[in-house]
């Protein structure tokens, strides 16, 4: 099994363009999400998705959009990067239920010029 | 925010002393989880301690909670280089179907050899 997986590992973009972070995950996982890390923040919600069809808003969700393409895959899309954005994201998924473990994916690191 | 707290943000040991690092958080839980990053890593899942436990033990890692405090520490024993990593807590609310976390913002410990 590989867990979480993210693409890309790496990427820069100009403000203003668009992108898609994919996440996948091959553990029959219920719930997904994403987070992103800046130094000395910890990390913060950006958005779940508790199941499949379903998705909702984190702490920090403004200027990011999601979409759960199935029980499998959750995206994350910039509609129009802003420097703020820079930073790096994680997808992590679990389980649902009242006692459960986090497993994340390796990250994105995301540069927005 | 409903991040939590983790307390020192830094901390430098020798290799064989033990590691203490508390955690502070705002909402009630359901369950307060551990994990550590490694340096451009994911973050992997350490211990779960649920909200009616006081103590676990899981190798040489100790955790304890105190609900009434709001608070959590973790305890690395008899440390090793290899525990070089940033340690996050974590709370965990189920609410509707789902699980939301919220991820203290982090100790960075150094295990000196």
């Known amino acids: 099994n590989a867990g979480v997986t993210q693409t890309p590992k790496f990427q820069v973009l100009k403000t203003g363009q668009s992108m898609t972070l994919q996440c996948a995950q091959d553990m029959n996982h219920n719930s997904m999400y994403w987070y992103r890390q800046d130094p000395g923040m910890g990390l913060r919600l950006i958005y779940y998705s508790a199941s499949e069809g379903t998705t909702d808003k984190g702490e920090v969700p403004n200027g990011y959009n999601v979409s759960r393409l199935n029980k499998r895959e959750f995206s994350l899309r910039l509609e129009s990067a802003a420097p703020s954005q820079t930073s790096v994201y994680f997808c992590?998924?679990?389980?649902?239920?009242?006692?459960?473990?986090?497993?994340f994916g390796p990250g994105t690191r995301l540069t927005v010029l | 925010s409903q991040q939590g707290e983790e307390d020192p943000q830094a901390l430098s040991i020798q290799e064989g002393e033990n590691a203490t690092m508390n955690c502070s958080y705002k909402t009630s839980i359901n369950n307060l989880q551990w994990y550590r990053q490694n340096s451009g890593r994911g973050l992997v899942h350490l211990i779960l301690i649920r909200s009616n436990e006081r103590e676990k033990h899981s190798g040489r890692l100790r955790v304890t909670l105190d609900t009434s405090k709001k608070s959590s520490s973790l305890l690395i024993t008899a440390s090793r280089a290899a525990d070089t990593a940033s340690y996050f807590c974590?709370?965990?609310?189920?609410?509707?179907?789902?699980?939301?976390?919220?991820f203290g913002t982090g100790t960075s410990l150094t295990v000196i050899p």
């Open positions: 992590a998924s679990t389980q649902s239920g009242l006692v459960n473990e986090q497993f």
């Open positions: 974590a709370t965990d609310a189920y609410q509707d179907g789902g699980n939301q976390f919220y």
